[in-house]
């Protein structure tokens, strides 16, 4: 809609042919549980404004297309069937309504809106559809807010201070009025502000900025990435640019050994399925995980940050080195603990201290695994 600057009546027309008739929830939460995940970051609303729940805020949403279907229900009571958490991504930013403040935003200047917003308005809206998210869909696990940056005077400035005044103190304490335990982050490529309780990096390990738009201190807070399977966040039927299972195996280990979650995206296809090319590449990770999982779950992060060749991923007294790369036969690395034992796949590995806390593993003999080999240690800390 921003990007060909569809105006928002030619735009609407899309309410008629959305009709995501492969849609089915249980294959969805059980694609992800199947991958090893542990909770679902649902869209609700993304910045073209459509709700995909039954919301009585507005008309542009699913239940007026002829699905007819509340899909954020229908996901939400799958995730309490199968045991998954679930966090709601919620688009601050619009590209739709009018009351937005768009005259000063940064995007969407291109889709027809012509009435003066009405700013009160608009975070009275979002407060309600809020309200409508987290009282009628059973526990939720956490807000992902997205759009802030649309008020922002650019990506680079860290200290940046938004054109509007977000209300976040208002929209945060009805958050945890409604539901205390739920966790609250926001995709503003800032640091945390306050009340929110974790944070994110967009397509960027933490303190990572490949995007342009990162960049920003990582904070004490609990942390996350979110990637993309190819290059896209929605379906596109021409980006076969897909990170091979190694590539994501690889990129959850490297998040894990910055102590930060991974949220990997699903674009499902228009038919509601999701496409095989992204189930048979999170099957993989979840084969993954079924073996090494005690080195991601529960894991804090390395006594080192990941390298070149790997990362390290801690658990109390356990300590796993995964290698990405074949040292050749021998590994040395500086330890600030005292090891007493380190296996591969079970099987004792030789080692001696030297000076300065150095550990030299002998791997000569030992199969390197062309994903991810990993050392465990028993340590004492």
Known sequence: MNDRNIPYTEYHKLQTIFNPVRFDAHEWVSAAKRAGMQYITLITRHHDGFSDWDTKQSDWKITNTDWKKDAVKLIAEECQLQHIKLFVYYSL???????????TGRTGHGTGRTVKSDWNHYIAFMKAQLTELLSQYGPIAGVWFDGYWDQLYNDQDKINKPKVD????????????????????????????????????EKDLPGGNSTGFGGQSVSSLPLETCETINNSWGFNITDTHYKSSKELIRLLVKDAGYGANLLLNIGPLPNGEIQPAFTERLDSVGDWLKKNGKTIYGSKAGFIKPQD?????????????????????????????????????????????????????????????????????????
Request: hydrophobic share 40%.
């Open 93 to 103: 930013l619009d590209w739709y309504r009018s009351d937005y403040q768009y005259e």
């Open 309 to 381: 060749w790997g990362a390290v991923t801690e658990n109390g007294n356990l300590v796993w080195i995964h290698i990405f790369k074949s040292p050749g036969d021998k590994f040395l690395i500086q330890l600030p603990y005292k090891v007493k034992t380190a296996m591969i796949n079970g099987k004792p590995v030789q080692f001696r201290a030297l000076g300065e806390k150095y550990i030299l593993f002998d791997l000569k003999g030992i199969e390197m695994d062309p994903v991810d080999t990993i050392i465990e240690l028993d340590v004492v800390k």
């Open 166 to 201: 977000w209300h976040l103190d208002e929209i945060y304490s009805l958050i945890h009025q409604l539901q205390p335990q739920c966790l609250i982050g926001n995709n503003h490529h800032l640091s945390p502000l306050p009340g929110e309780d974790f944070q994110m990096f």
